[in-house]
Every structure is written in structure tokens, then in C-alpha cells.
Nanobody, 117 residues
């Protein structure tokens, strides 16, 4: 199983980034896909999740600014991040959680997002 995240980088406050995560080795539609983030010296936290049929869930900090989406044909999940703030600076991780068996839970390698003032 591989979750390959990409799209991170350095952006000014108020700017936008789009993260992508390409999954392989899993039946993509059997998984809830999610984005989590971990800022320095903080615990990893949920950003957003999306079920196979498109139902989404967002952390309060992401509502109205971030949009999670998925392309089941491409086995890829996206996170469009707009109006970025310095506090969004973190390593962003892609997650795949099996809908029927919790032991099948996978993480990508993370992609760093740095928001400068």
C-alpha cells in the first residue's frame, strides 16, 4: 500500500495550495480518505475526510477555506486550501481508513506546507 502525497510548499498568507494524494495497493472506494496535519510540537489533528460517495467532514479550522475531494477513477484525493493562515503551517498527511476493518489504516509520508506572513 502506498499513499503518495504532493503539492506542499511555501506560500504567503492569503494564498492557496492544492494537495494531492495518490493511493495504490488498495481498493480505493472501500476507504474513507482524509487529510491530517501536524504542526511543530503539536499533536496530529484532523483536517478533513471524505467517503467514497462524497460525504465530507471538516475540522472547524478548515471549514469555509479548505475543500476535500476525491477522484475514484484516479485513486486520488485532493485538498484545496484557500485563504491560508500562518497557523496552517504543518506537515499534511494523507490517510486511508477502511470502512469495514479498522486495522486497515494507512498513512502517507506527509507533505510540508509553510505559510509565511
Amino acid at each position: 500500500v502506498q499513499l503518495q502525497a504532493s503539492g506542499g510548499g511555501l506560500v504567503q498568507a492569503g494564498g492557496s495550495l492544492r494537495l494531492s494524494c495518490a493511493a495504490s495497493g488498495i481498493t480505493f472506494t472501500n476507504y474513507v480518505m482524509g487529510w491530517y496535519r501536524q504542526a511543530p510540537e503539536k499533536q496530529r489533528e484532523l483536517v478533513a475526510t471524505i467517503k467514497s460517495y462524497g460525504y465530507t467532514n471538516y475540522a472547524d479550522s478548515a471549514k469555509g477555506r479548505f475543500t476535500i475531494s476525491r477522484d475514484n477513477a484516479k485513486n486520488t484525493v485532493y485538498l484545496q486550501m484557500n485563504s491560508l493562515k500562518r497557523e496552517d503551517t504543518a506537515v499534511y498527511y494523507c490517510n486511508a481508513a477502511n470502512t469495514r476493518a479498522r486495522i486497515y489504516n494507512y498513512w502517507g509520508q506527509g507533505t510540508l506546507v509553510t505559510v509565511s506572513s
